[in-house]
């Protein structure tokens, strides 16, 4: 049986759907691209990953494997447990974005192993370690039911963005709650609360006022992760709302 081979349009594409991943990946170290591979066993590193399929002008499956150092962190944040699908995610669609307009599952976290040798099974499959000058610290690895053909692999490339330059994507090591910096957080802000029956909440009609247990003009409270950091005063920002901070809340305050 011949063993696979990565075309050239593979290789082009491969590289920028890496570097574009990389510029937004948060991670402990400054990595680089390394030469796309052929996924399999030894391809794997220890941490987590994060799989998703994605369709339009492309179709096909990104994963991201990150390291351990990165899912501990997201697990031991001042802000609580962070979830590693979100923090990957930018990571996600940048890469498959360089093969032109697409939509992106949800993703889900697998363990290396299973994920890379899920992706290795089907053909035309890359690949791609990123790396410091020590070690491979994460991994990028694509598949696409159809790449594009290699008779103008540059001109492929274009039509993904472009061949981009090869830089780090951060400056120095990084570690603990720094790498966490450029991970994107879903912040959310609460007026008040109250406890209602089912009877009650089933007896709710357009109209109807639910009295919450804050009193008018009190500040509303910024929570990240459902957790309080901060409370401040209901503003109007371009027709927006909008909140100014008035209080910044100590962990364990709250």
């Known amino acids: 049986m011949t063993a696979p081979t990565?075309?050239?349009?593979?290789?082009?594409?491969?590289?920028?759907?890496?570097?574009?991943?990389?510029?937004v990946l948060p991670t402990s170290r400054a990595l680089v691209a390394g030469d796309p591979v052929v996924p399999d066993a030894g391809t794997v590193i220890e941490g987590q990953a994060v799989t998703a399929r994605f369709s339009g002008a492309a179709s096909g499956e990104v994963v991201v494997v990150v390291g351990q150092d990165l899912a501990d962190a997201?697990?031991?944040s001042p802000l609580?447990?962070?979830?590693?699908t979100a923090a990957v995610r930018p990571?996600?669609?940048a890469a498959s974005r360089v093969f032109g307009p697409v939509v992106l599952d949800p993703g889900q976290v697998m363990e290396p192993e299973v994920a890379i040798s899920a992706l290795a099974a089907k053909a035309g499959s890359v690949a791609i370690p990123l790396r410091d000058d020590e070690d491979v610290r994460a991994v990028l690895a694509l598949?696409?039911?159809t790449w594009p053909g290699e008779e103008d692999p540059l001109?492929?490339?274009?039509?993904?963005?472009?061949?981009?330059?090869?830089?780090?994507?951060?400056v120095g090591r990084r570690g603990g709650l720094d790498m966490l910096h450029d991970v994107e957080m879903e912040v959310s802000a609460e007026l008040g609360?109250?406890?209602?029956?089912?009877?009650?909440?089933?007896?709710?009609?357009?109209?109807?006022?639910?009295?919450?247990?804050?009193?008018?003009?009190?500040?509303?409270?910024?929570?990240?992760?459902?957790?309080?950091?901060?409370?401040?005063?209901v503003v109007v920002?371009?027709?927006?709302?909008?909140?100014?901070?008035?209080?910044i809340v100590s962990p364990g305050a709250e």
């Open 237 to 247: 920002v371009d027709e927006n709302f909008g909140i100014r901070i008035t209080e």
């Open 6 to 23: 990565i075309t050239a349009p593979q290789l082009i594409l491969a590289r920028n759907a890496a570097d574009a991943a990389l510029a």
């Open 80 to 84: 609580g447990e962070l979830d590693l």
């Open 143 to 145: 598949s696409l039911s």
């Open 155 to 170: 001109a492929a490339a274009a039509a993904g963005g472009g061949v981009a330059q090869r830089t780090p994507a951060a």
């Open 74 to 76: 997201l697990k031991e």
């Open 91 to 93: 990571a996600l669609e």
């Open 193 to 233: 609360r109250t406890r209602m029956s089912v009877r009650e909440l089933l007896s709710l009609t357009p109209g109807a006022i639910v009295e919450l247990d804050r009193a008018a003009g009190s500040p509303a409270d910024l929570l990240v992760n459902g957790r309080l950091i901060a409370r401040g005063e």
